[in-house]
């Protein structure tokens, strides 16, 4: 008995180390996987999270891994939630776990999970941007929370370092305007070290189709209207289109 349960635990730490070797040939690799969701445990679910971790140099294979255990971990449903948490907590792309995520786990405890990400990607720099652009893109796309539960978690990325994750920032907004986002954006808007001309252009975009109110600032908008934002004008406290 003692003999047969070590041996079964030492084919699944094969089966584990095989599900995450790149060189491993697709047929091992998806034997490997098979066992993992046969198993079913915490251990095995997170192996299979692992997957995601790495491109395999065939690229239909490995879209075809990824798929299979994205199907695999929605399938598990809330089993699956505590592994999948573990492995973005350390993961440099969080894409595919992400969209695990939202069929697995309710709103409430999807933005919980979110939060815990965001924790660890203040804004600010870093040398790899794509994990919190990965966050924000996700956010933006993210139907079931409300408006400003989006807003609130993005705006502080409109003052990150990288140009792109302001702009998806940004973009976050657009996706979820609430009238919370006009201060934000209207201070990166104004902010005198903000040099990115589309980034400016399109928060004024964003601005304007959305009637947010700018009237605290609408001097300084006036002056943007002269020079930058030219084709905008600043109308009964909002900005728009000349």
């Known amino acids: 008995m003692v003999f047969g349960l070590f041996s079964k635990e030492r084919s699944l730490k094969r089966a584990m180390d095989k599900v ?4 491993a040939q697709h047929p091992d690799r998806m034997a490997a996987m098979e066992k993992l969701r046969a198993a079913g445990t915490d251990e ?9 971790s790495f491109n395999y140099d065939k690229t239909i294979e ?3 891994e990824k798929q299979w255990v994205y199907e695999v971990l929605v399938a598990a449903g809330e089993a699956a939630l505590a592994p999948l948490t573990r492995y973005m907590k350390e993961a440099q792309s969080v894409a595919y776990p992400l969209r695990v995520l939202e069929h697995i786990a309710d ?3 999807a933005l919980r999970v979110v939060d815990e990400l965001l924790a660890t990607e203040e804004p600010g ?9 990965q966050i924000i893109d996700w956010l933006a796309d993210y139907r079931d929370a409300d408006d400003a539960a989006v807003v609130a978690r993005v705006a502080p990325y409109l ?5 792109n994750v302001r702009f998806s920032a940004a973009e976050a907004i657009a996706l979820h305007p609430h009238e919370s986002g006009a201060e934000p954006l209207l201070d990166r808007l104004l902010d005198e070290e903000e040099e990115s001309k589309r980034l400016k252009l399109r928060i004024a975009e964003i601005l304007a189709d959305n009637a947010m109110d700018v009237g605290a600032r609408k001097h300084e908008l006036a002056e943007l209207c002269d020079g930058v934002l030219a084709g905008y004008k600043v109308h009964h406290e909002k900005l728009v289109k000349a």
Do not use: C, G, M, W
Request: aromatic residues 12%; negative net charge; hydrophobic residues 25%.
């Open 20 to 23: 995450v070797n790149k060189y």
């Open 159 to 163: 003052a990150d370092h990288d140009e």
């Open 44 to 52: 095995a679910l997170y192996a299979l999270a692992r997957r995601f």
């Open 107 to 109: 709103p409430d405890t």
């Open 62 to 64: 490995d879209e075809q």
């Open 125 to 133: 720099y870093t040398r790899d941007p794509s994990r919190r652009i």
